[in-house]
């Protein structure tokens, strides 16, 4: 398939916004052999198809399948609906409303929709506070409509609620993880989460880097196994547009060590032009340089990485920005003592916890004429607000080329907490909701949750 390069029509920025503007009218269903015909803003939202990483393969959405394929049709719908609970209060429901794009795709059709997901790391069996109770409640308030709790996920009492549905109704099924067959991706535990649906949807891209029971498995025994549109989004922008993006492409890789992001660099060097490395990664590569960096974060064991990275990106002709001043403390502390330096002369005992502002400079200027950007790791230590000022910089930069006409991509983690902090997330392209999910995909790995699908 063919990815769609128009930032206009793809920018839907926060789920929240696609909540409010993916309307329920079931006219757009009406009894047809042909293609559903998607609510206009989640259309907009995900092109159709999905592209996967690595493979080229293209995977079927909900968006292949006929008002035919999904009436009456009993749906078993993956998602991410593991929210923070402050006991038995969600705390944020971002996941949740991320989920109902879908849910009301299917609704709309005359689906009966079966909601799976996790909740917490339950250790062995129910644990009342790990129960999904809540977010049944939050899903009946966001959908509109009754959704009906089951007591389980699996077995006789959810046949028979699943017996009692109605088309365009919604039941949620008990958290996945109250059996340990689920992460284990057992076979028989699959057979009996599949047993109550004709079909699944897989839209929990937050988990779709495990192969587990609800994931993987139950897809041996539904057909047709499909995406969502919260999925589907995700692999356009962080498989798609990084695969086929409009040039120049510059990606900006920054947090804590290189070992964490050799994967992801290691990628971006076969399709960018320009890697901007920020954050702590940037003293392993300034030490390569011969430089020296004072008692900042180095990975002394791999400087010799750092060396061959450059001598890739330069045989690549991929251009490495590093920052060229930093803000450098005493020691690691909010109220640390700081001082603006160059990074030729970190003073012996303080460590660079911030880019300083020629960095941000060179950075914006390095960004202004780029049509595609994908941003994963903070520039500084952005949780204290002395060190922050780099990060919200680069945050700032982006809304702007995103306002210019660039594709921007948030990868996951920290970049999206910082954009979102910021009150920037509406103006980028793509935040991504997965954090494991989305290193796995820029680094170039088939995430088993997607493989498990149909191809197109
Ligand atoms: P990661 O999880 O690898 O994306 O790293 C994110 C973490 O990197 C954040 O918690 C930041 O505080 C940290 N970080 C960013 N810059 C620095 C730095 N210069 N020194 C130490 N830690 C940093």
């Known amino acids: 398939m063919a990815f769609v390069s128009a930032p206009a029509a793809l920018r839907t920025g926060a789920p929240a916004k696609a909540v409010t503007s993916v309307g329920s009218s079931s006219s757009a269903f009406a009894a047809s052999s042909r293609r559903v015909q998607a609510p206009v803003a989640a259309a907009a939202a995900a092109p159709s198809g999905v592209v996967m990483q690595a493979t080229a393969t293209a995977k ?15 749906v078993l719908v993956r998602c991410d609906l593991n929210v923070p ?15 109902i794009p879908t849910i009301e795709y299917l609704t709309a059709a005359g689906a009966k929709v079966l909601l799976s997901s ?3 790391r339950p250790k062995s069996g129910p644990e009342d506070k790990f129960s999904l109770a809540p977010v049944a409640s939050r899903l009946s308030e966001l959908l509109k409509k009754d959704v009906k709790m089951a007591p389980d996920c699996i077995g006789d009492g959810v046949a028979e609620i699943v017996g009692g549905m109605k088309n365009g109704d919604v039941t949620l099924l008990e958290n996945v993880r109250f059996y340990k067959e689920e992460t284990a991706n057992d076979t028989e535990f699959a057979k009996k989460l599949a047993a109550n649906a004709d079909m699944f949807v897989n839209d929990a891209f937050g988990t779709a880097h495990r192969a587990h029971g609800s994931t993987a498995g139950v897809t041996e025994f539904l057909r047709p196994s499909v995406a969502g549109l919260l999925l589907e989004k995700e692999l356009e922008y962080l498989a798609g547009a990084v695969s086929n993006p ?23 060097l076969d399709k960018v032009d320009k890697l901007i490395i920020v954050g702590g990664m940037v003293f392993t590569f300034l030490k390569a340089r011969g430089l020296s960096t004072g008692s900042s974060l180095v990975e002394d064991d791999k400087i010799d990485l750092a060396k061959e990275l450059e001598e890739i990106a330069a045989k690549k002709g ?23 330096v160059s990074v030729e002369a970190i003073p012996e005992g303080t460590m ?20 595609t950007v994908l941003w994963n790791g903070p520039a500084g230590v952005f949780e204290f607000d002395a060190f922050a000022k780099g990060t919200y910089a680069i945050a700032n930069t982006l809304a702007e080329v995103t306002a210019n006409g660039a594709t921007t991509i948030i990868g996951g983690g920290d970049s999206v907490a910082a954009v979102e902090k910021a009150g920037l997330a509406e103006k980028m392209s793509h935040i991504s909701t997965g954090g494991g999910a989305s290193l796995e995909l820029l680094e170039g790995k088939v995430l088993p949750g997607v493989a498990a699908l149909d191809d197109q």
């Open 60 to 74: 079927k959405s909900i968006k292949d399948l006929t008002a035919a394929d999904l009436a009456g049709k009993r």
């Open 352 to 371: 660079g916890l911030d880019q300083g502002p020629k960095s941000t400079e060179l950075i914006n200027s390095e960004l202004a004429d780029c049509k």
């Open 118 to 120: 996790h909740l917490g």
């Open 85 to 99: 609970l402050d006991g038995k209060t969600i705390t944020d429901d971002t996941r949740i409303r991320a989920s």
């Open 318 to 340: 991929v251009k490495i920005i590093l920052p060229v001043d930093v803000v450098a403390a005493d020691k690691f502390a909010p109220d640390a003592n700081t001082q603006l």
């Open 246 to 268: 409009k040039r120049p492409f510059a990606a900006i890789v920054g947090g804590s060590k290189v070992s964490s992001k050799i994967g992801v660099i290691e990628s971006m």
